[in-house]
């Protein structure tokens, strides 16, 4: 029972054990229909609908969609034949008594009823405008029921991890501005001017402190900033679930958090079974085309640097020549495959080699005739094509080549409808490298010992136990203990054994470019707390909003967050952000020189 001020009951706890009871309801009018003086009112609240039956020509008459009211009236049966099944109390409606307009409504910009979400007349604006008026988008069921699964999301985790002893701290929003990859967001210290805060790109090296601090289990639903171009799927904001532990090797992490993914899960009737899957990062990229593969269809690309070694064909004669199968792809007519070329092209690549395997096993399409003879015969076989098959290649360098054809593959499904949202499929991708480089390692133009590095993770990520010794004398081959937790080619999160010993995170430092005085500069709280006894640690994060989005089956991180930013970081909703007055700019000291305190 949900009795308050306003009402005894929720909409949908009105049911056939109350027929014959007074209930008091309140709740917007969702639709209304009109049948010979009597007004059929679908009342919405947040747990449902339920019908209501207004004998009363002249109170029905003011009734417009969207209008909050109050009812008081009685439980009765529908009339035999006006069930509706699809609805939790379609066996029962309330029979006007009184009747209270709390508010009225003006025209909507756009329909939310519930009763015509599935219907095409209920066609949804473009996202500027749901955005613009978010407060009437939220009523949407989905957008209801994608809020209450956030919540119970965050419940279980909590619970889950509340259950492992772990305790919530809160990290400040104000720090000092570090290095983390990308563009911080700067405050204005009022009262030191000309200095900033920043805010942060994760808790990183406040929870490495927490550690340090004796804090052994933590975590925290933590809010994130990244001031980043415009990206499809990204918020300048962000909220993570953030773990950290003490005393603990990978294995334990991953252990932890699996049990936590499998409390999520559950909260919308899964059964996750564990231990989740594994794939190496290596194995990931060989056979997936992607740090994040979506497991959930086959179709794994196709290694033929070899095949190809003493090809006639220019275009095959690159460091890595993959492939990848396109079922069914010989009937493909050329205007699409002419498409395929301008999608490569959106992706940063030239364009999309195919050959087609037609109905009598001929081999066709513009790259057939640059083949050898030897090649030609024996293509169908080392890539497992059957006549009416098509195949698609990519060569040059190794991982563009991967990420391209692991593009396709995706693609592919997709087209193929083989990518259900209500299919999970996870792996952890382990065995990452410590470093990834900065330049082009086939220039001809960088010098040898010259290469820049940047992290694979973070700066703060530990070299696995065999490179512990020598991952700064062979940066290109270091491998790191760290791991990511991926579903459906979505990484849902990240995390790695973290460095707690000062000499080696010098020595890390070091291969990253970052001298002495700019770590100190930056970061030297952590190193000088690293002389202080810390703890082996480690931890993982979870992008909460991309979790629940997965989970939801979200077509967007958008769909699954109150009020989101668009498209630049705009805010349609409050015009968010915009310029400040001169007063304003002037108590923030932006403008402060200090040049002139020397005058």
């Known amino acids: 029972m949900s009795q308050t ?3 005894t ?10 027929i014959g009871e007074e209930v008091t309801l309140a709740g917007w009018v969702d639709r209304r229909r009109d049948h010979g003086g009597v007004a059929f009112i679908d009342l919405r609240d947040s747990t449902g609908l339920v019908q209501i039956v207004i004998n009363d020509e002249e109170i029905a008459r003011p009734l417009r969609s969207e209008f909050v009211i109050q009812v008081i009236g009685k439980v009765r049966l529908r009339p035999d034949g006006n069930e509706n099944v699809h609805l ?10 009184e009747l209270k307009v709390l508010a009225k409504s003006d025209a909507l910009p756009f329909q939310v009823s519930t009763a015509l979400e599935n219907e095409s007349e209920n066609k949804l604006p473009g996202e500027d405008v749901r955005l613009a008026y978010r407060y009437l988008d939220l009523r949407r069921p989905e957008m209801q029921r994608n809020l209450k699964l956030r919540s119970d999301m965050t419940r279980a985790a909590r619970h889950a991890l509340e259950d492992m002893d772990f305790t919530e701290v809160e990290t400040p929003t104000f720090i000092k501005s570090t290095p983390e990859g990308a563009r911080d967001f700067v405050v204005p210290a009022r009262l030191v001017p000309g200095s900033w805060y920043a805010l942060p790109q ?6 490495q402190l927490l550690m340090v601090g004796g804090i052994e289990r933590y975590y925290q639903l933590a809010r994130c900033y990244r001031d980043e171009d415009f990206r499809a799927d990204r918020q300048p904001e962000f909220t993570q679930l953030d773990i950290e532990m ?14 936590v993914i499998q409390a999520i899960w559950k909260t919308r009737g899964y059964e996750i079974t564990l231990p989740l899957p594994r794939i190496t990062w290596q194995d990931a990229m060989d056979h997936y085309g992607s740090d994040k593969p979506d497991l959930r269809f086959g179709n794994q690309l196709i290694d033929l640097t070899e095949y190809f070694k003493g090809t006639p064909f220019r275009v095959f004669q690159a460091a890595y020549v993959g492939a990848v199968l396109f079922k069914g792809g010989s009937s493909t007519p050329r205007r699409q495959f002419d498409a395929w070329q301008e999608w490569a092209r959106q992706r940063g690549a030239k364009g999309l080699a195919y050959v087609q ?9 513009p790259v057939a005739k640059n083949l050898s ?6 293509l169908k076989e080392a890539v497992g094509a059957e006549n009416g098959d098509a195949v698609f290649f990519a060569a040059g360098s190794r991982e563009s080549s991967q990420l391209l054809l692991g593009a396709v593959r995706v693609e592919l499904a997709r087209r193929a409808g083989l990518l259900h949202p209500d299919d999970f499929a996870f792996t952890w991708v382990v065995d990452f490298p410590l470093f990834k480089r900065t330049d082009d390692p086939d220039d001809d133009d960088v010098a040898v010992g010259h290469s820049k590095w940047t992290s694979m993770h973070h700066p703060f990520t530990m070299p696995s136990a065999d490179w512990i010794d020598t991952f700064d004398k062979d940066p290109e081959h270091a491998m790191s203990d760290s791991y990511d937790i991926v579903c459906n080619g979505e990484e849902m999160g990240g995390g790695s054994v973290r460095i707690h010993r000062d000499d080696i995170q010098d020595r890390v430092l070091k291969v990253l470019g970052i001298e002495p005085e700019e770590a100190q500069e930056k970061f030297g709280f952590l190193l000088q707390a690293f002389k202080f006894g810390a703890p082996p640690h480690a931890g993982i994060a979870l992008g909460w909003d991309r979790t629940v989005s997965i989970l939801a089956g979200a077509s967007s991180i958008r769909d699954v967050i109150a009020f989101p930013k668009a498209g630049g970081g705009r805010d349609p909703l409050t015009g968010a952000p915009a310029p400040i007055s001169d007063e304003q700019r002037a108590d923030t000291g932006v403008d402060y020189d200090p040049d002139e305190d020397d005058d």
């Open 202 to 207: 994760s808790p990183q090296l406040l929870k």
């Open 357 to 365: 395997f037609g109905d009598d096993g001929e081999l066709k399409g």
């Open 88 to 97: 939790k109390t379609g066996k029962i409606e309330v029979v006007v008594k």
């Open 5 to 7: 001020a306003y009402r």
């Open 373 to 378: 003879d030897e090649e030609r015969n024996g």
């Open 9 to 18: 009951y929720h909409a949908t706890e009105v049911t056939e054990q109350l």
């Open 246 to 259: 003490s005393y603990v090797s990978q294995e334990d992490v991953i252990a932890m958090a699996e049990h």
